[in-house]
């Protein structure tokens, strides 16, 4: 659903995942022991930026990830299914409204209030019900973006030592990473892993 993919830039857009802080000299360690020039400084600092921070971009990302997709089926299935429960209740309220209509001219003052009072109530419990409902849903679907985001942190943690990144930079169309270089962009790359893992789950469950 749409408002998945908007969860998912809310929650990724400008986020900065701290994957693993390598354990080796930093550069002004670096620069002591070799005693560089102030050239090299500043070019070593720019390969420095440049090797350890990408940026994924979520909307690509989620628009084309199996997982995602699977997800997207699902809440919808469900949302049809709450929604169908929630229409049989209407329907049987509804029914008893139009019924009470017809009997009304034919039922005494206190027959009347009483059939009116317990209609309200049914009332009252179909608006709770529908709260619930939707609470329902808001629940499955906040599960299913902690779930994907999981698998996209493992991930990620999990190719960081062949990268060599520090950070991982969420840029979306709504975003506020207003630029970014399309050399430093892993979003196919994390992609096509992501996918590869999630059918490979889903053959062993199998």
Do not use: C
């Not at 002591?32 to 979520?58: F, R």
């Not at 034919?106 to 009072?117: H, N």
């Amino acid at each position: 659903m749409r408002n998945l993919l908007i969860v998912w830039n809310v929650i990724l857009t400008g986020l900065v995942v701290y994957l693993f802080t390598m354990k080796t000299n930093t550069l002004e360690s670096k620069i002591a022991e070799n005693d560089t020039t102030q050239t090299s400084i500043d070019t070593t600092k720019k390969a420095a930026v440049t090797g350890n921070v990408y940026y994924l971009n979520t909307d690509s990302l989620f628009k084309g990830l199996d997982m995602y997709k699977d997800m997207q089926e699902e809440l919808v299935a469900e949302q049809l299914r709450l929604k169908k429960r929630y229409d049989n209740e209407l329907g049987k309220l509804e029914t008893e409204y139009n019924d009470l209509k017809e009997r009304a001219p034919y039922m005494t003052q206190t027959q009347g209030e009483a059939a009116q009072q317990k209609l309200m109530a049914k009332q009252q419990d179909l608006a709770k019900m529908e709260e619930s409902l939707g609470n329902q849903l808001a629940k499955k679907e906040s599960q299913m973006v902690t779930k994907i985001k999981t698998s996209l942190n493992l991930y990620l943690e999990e190719i960081q030592p062949n990268k060599g990144y520090q950070y991982v930079l969420g840029k979306s169309e709504i975003g506020g990473v207003l630029h970014a270089n399309k050399e430093l962009d892993i979003t196919n790359e994390v992609l096509e892993g992501l996918n590869k893992k999630y059918k490979e789950a889903n053959q062993i469950k199998k």
